[in-house]
């Protein structure tokens, strides 16, 4: 028994790996969190096949997973930096991704909205222009200054936020429709 389930799990890892790995690192720019949100997915499911919890659809489980992993890395990026800058009162201008989406431990209406709503973004994502994807990943998603940005891409502060507006206007019109189905305040 124990043969059948590390032949499945070597399978679901050959079959799944490339797709799985260009997934996050396409969302998460540092290479080195981004193997490790991989190394934690493929933890969970071998975790998962000991514990004998059936899973039906190992590529949605994987993908699920790690984007789950990917959303804890950057709430946990957003804390750390909140409590680095520390500035009162700009509460409204620092609301991230994270704080909008349902908590994953919420209970199954909350879990089915946030998968909605993160597979509806990732799609809006997909079709933004790449620098204003990367302008908006890069502060919005990793937390990263405009400073920071400009220092490593070379490319100034005003385009910068430039390329976010554009994105944050196209992100709010596409995914308007969505939003108001959920009824999120």
């Known amino acids: 028994?124990?043969?059948?389930?590390?032949?499945?799990?070597?399978?679901?890892?050959?079959?799944?790996?490339?797709?799985?790995?260009?997934?996050?690192?396409?969302?998460?720019?540092?290479?080195?969190?981004?193997?490790?949100i991989l190394q934690d997915v493929f933890h969970e499911l071998v975790e998962a096949y000991r514990l004998?919890?059936?899973?039906?659809?190992?590529?949605?489980?994987?993908?699920r997973v790690a984007r789950n992993r990917m959303i804890d890395l950057f709430r946990r990026k957003k804390r750390e930096s909140v409590r680095n800058q520390g500035v009162p009162g700009d509460e409204a201008a620092s609301l991230r991704l994270d704080e909008v989406l349902p908590s994953p431990d919420a209970g199954p209406?909350?879990?089915?909205?946030?998968?909605?709503?993160?597979?509806?973004?990732?799609e809006a994502l997909d079709e933004l222009p790449e620098e204003q994807r990367?302008?908006?990943?890069?502060?919005?998603v990793m937390g990263y200054s405009f400073q920071e940005i400009a220092d490593q891409t070379g490319v100034s502060i005003n385009t910068l936020l430039s390329r976010k507006r554009y994105a944050v206007l196209y992100l709010r019109q596409r995914l308007k429709a969505l939003y108001d189905e959920f009824g999120r305040p």
């Open 134 to 140: 990367q302008a908006f990943l890069a502060h919005e």
């Open 1 to 36: 028994m124990l043969a059948q389930q590390d032949q499945r799990i070597s399978e679901a890892v050959d079959r799944e790996y490339a797709g799985l790995r260009a997934f996050i690192r396409k969302r998460v720019a540092d290479q080195g969190e981004a193997e490790d």
């Open 109 to 122: 209406e909350d879990a089915y909205v946030r998968t909605a709503l993160a597979e509806e973004l990732d």
């Open 52 to 63: 004998m919890k059936p899973i039906e659809q190992v590529t949605a489980w994987l993908f």
